[in-house]
């Protein structure tokens, strides 16, 4: 199993606000409480909450379903919308 391959866009950092099992970490204005703005890097990393595991998340909740490449594709595919937004 390859690692998930995140390109540290930050964007779903930036909208945990978004996600009824990330709406904790919001700091208000949808953003993690967490998140370094300007290094784009989780402040907590090494103990960040499970949800934020994306291996964790797939063992757990989506083996049964999908193959790890399905589950990276589809997940890609929701960066791929969040980055789009991004750049309008
Ligand atoms: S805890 Fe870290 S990985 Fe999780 S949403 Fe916040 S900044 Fe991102």
Redesign the pocket.
């Given at each position: 199993m390859h690692a998930f391959p995140c390109s540290q866009c930050g964007l779903?950092?930036q909208q945990?606000n978004l996600a009824e099992k990330?709406h904790f970490?919001d700091r208000g204005d949808g953003t993690?409480?967490?998140?370094k703005t300007a290094s784009k890097e989780?402040?907590?990393?090494a103990t960040?909450?499970d949800?934020?595991r994306v291996d964790l998340q797939y063992s757990l909740h989506y083996a049964q379903q999908h193959t790890w490449n399905e589950f990276v594709s589809l997940n890609l595919h929701v960066c791929e919308i969040l980055q789009a937004q991004q750049v309008k």
């Open positions: 779903c950092c945990v990330t970490l993690c409480r967490h998140y989780c402040g907590i990393y960040r909450p949800i934020c």
